[in-house]
């Protein structure tokens, strides 16, 4: 826990409107390919302790993506707390350096964390953290990207991020609604008062020169939105090195990768056999195809009944992605926990296959999966699933340099985490894209995340406000 000197409060308050740093100029355009903006600009708005605002940091397009992918996965905000760690929790690297996690009543905000390089969007953004916040190890000191979400009337209150993080970057994803004159970042005793604007960074030191003390004036507090619902992003920046990824320099080329069709792996023998209902679920026959990293496919995962049982969920709604990031994934609906018993049946069938507990497992997604290298979202949680919906399509591993022929009902199964080393390593051998023929229907399937926190159990907490009870929309 952090060690705090308590000082005297400013008696003014100066607040800083990225907007009005930025005067006249125009912001920067997006790269159309990339959507990223096409320059920076940094102001000082203090030079002891230093703190920099950065406008336009991100594109508008780069704020709408890394909202979108959190979608459904919001937890009630955690505070650290000081106790030693176990042997298991310094192994992980989702846990806070001298300190462990748990709900508070002084921050009734919701989070998620996403997952390294989750896109080639999250990592282009976390090299560009990186890059401002200047540490001798660059992008390894980036823990994982918590993304924050303050409906009215939540917050956090004053706290300090700790001398184990030299550099914090807030990033503010959206605009405050007209009149609402709070849901700013309030710093006491500097009686600085940092008002969001839609993609302006943040960045202050939270420890003195030398590194070993808490530098008591970076307490701060987010207050609580009176109208709206505001999003951000914490960046921290770890004393220790904390971002490692397990991948590959070479990519398989799409013409010379292995080709298994998932339908194929139930042999002769039993391919004229009925598969039988176990307890009202179909039987399942579970193929280990990639061993490292393991990678499980499920031939006839759901049964067609239950494949158009869950298409009914999309039938009414129409997505039409645009940007840079239309090939991405795109939610076309979310399905809340056991809506129906099709529902219920599939999300235990998940844990049955993956090995993991409901309790971690996120709202099922119905998705039109990523169709762009690099766009695919893996997920924010551990370890995923995907589960075809179309008459058939094509997932690609370019790691792995194998592609896998779905047809509807088939699943496949693998992790986001490896840690053969002891320390929780990125597994980016996982990172996949969809394919479909020339003329066929664009793919549709279920997402499926698992997450380190018991997610359902935490969400019950709190009640969660939506975008809709806010906007009426």
Not at 171 to 194: C, K, W
Not at 260 to 275: F, H, I, Y
Not at 383 to 400: A, I, Q, R, T
Request: charged share 25%; hydrophobic share 40%.
């Amino acid at each position: 826990m952090a060690k705090i000197v308590e000082l005297p409060r400013a008696t003014t308050l100066a607040v800083i409107d990225a907007k009005e740093l930025m005067g006249d100029k125009e912001p920067p355009k997006m790269d159309p390919n990339t959507g990223l903006p096409g320059s920076l600009q940094a102001y000082v708005v203090s030079s002891d302790p230093k703190m920099t605002v950065l406008p336009n940091f991100l594109s508008e397009a780069e704020c709408d993506h890394l909202i979108q992918l959190v979608e459904g996965c919001w937890m009630p905000s955690l505070v650290g707390g000081a106790v030693n760690k176990t042997a298991d929790e310094k192994k992980d690297a989702n846990t806070e350096q001298g300190s462990v996690n748990s709900v508070s009543q002084t921050r009734t905000s919701w989070s998620c964390m996403l997952r390294y390089a989750q896109t080639d969007v999250i990592e282009r953004i976390e090299h560009r953290v990186s890059m401002i916040a200047a540490l001798p190890h660059g992008v390894s000191q980036l823990e994982r990207f918590n993304m924050v979400r303050y409906a009215p009337g939540e917050l956090f209150n004053e706290h300090h991020d700790g001398k184990f993080r030299p550099r914090t970057v807030f990033i503010y994803l959206n605009d405050m609604e007209d009149g609402d004159d709070q849901g700013d970042t309030f710093f006491p005793v500097l009686g600085y008062s940092f008002k969001p604007r839609r993609g302006t960074a943040v960045m202050w030191s939270n420890a003195n020169e030398d590194g070993t003390k808490e530098d008591s004036r970076m307490v701060h507090a987010g207050r609580a939105p009176r109208k709206g619902v505001k999003y951000g992003v914490n960046c921290f920046l770890n004393e220790t090195q904390m971002r490692q990824l397990v991948t590959i320099t070479r990519p398989v080329a799409l013409s010379d990768a292995a080709v298994q069709r998932v339908a194929d792996l139930n042999d002769d023998s039993v391919k004229d056999e009925p598969p039988g209902p176990v307890n009202g679920s179909p039987m399942l026959r579970v193929f280990q195809v990639v061993v490292d990293p393991k990678i499980v496919a499920v031939p006839a995962f759901l049964s067609p009944n239950e494949v158009d049982d869950l298409l009914e969920h999309a039938s009414d709604v129409t997505i039409q992605p645009s940007g840079p990031f239309e090939l991405g994934t795109q939610t076309i609906c979310q399905l809340d926990f056991a809506a129906t018993p099709t529902v219920d049946a599939v999300e235990r069938r998940l844990i049955a296959v993956s090995g993991q507990e409901l309790d971690n497992l996120a709202a099922l997604r119905i998705v039109r999966p990523g169709m762009q290298d690099g766009l695919c979202n893996r997920g924010c949680g551990k370890h995923s699933m995907y589960v075809c919906l179309s008459k058939e399509e094509e997932v690609f591993f370019p790691m792995l340099g194998i592609r896998f022929l779905l047809a509807a009902g088939d699943a496949l199964s693998w992790t986001n985490v490896n840690f053969e080393t002891g320390f929780a390593r990125e597994e980016m051998r996982t990172q996949r894209f969809h394919r479909c023929e020339n003329d066929a229907e664009l793919p549709i399937g279920i997402d499926a995340y698992f997450h380190e926190n018991p997610l359902r159990a935490q969400q019950k907490v709190r009640n969660f406000v939506t975008d809709a009870d806010v906007y009426g929309k």
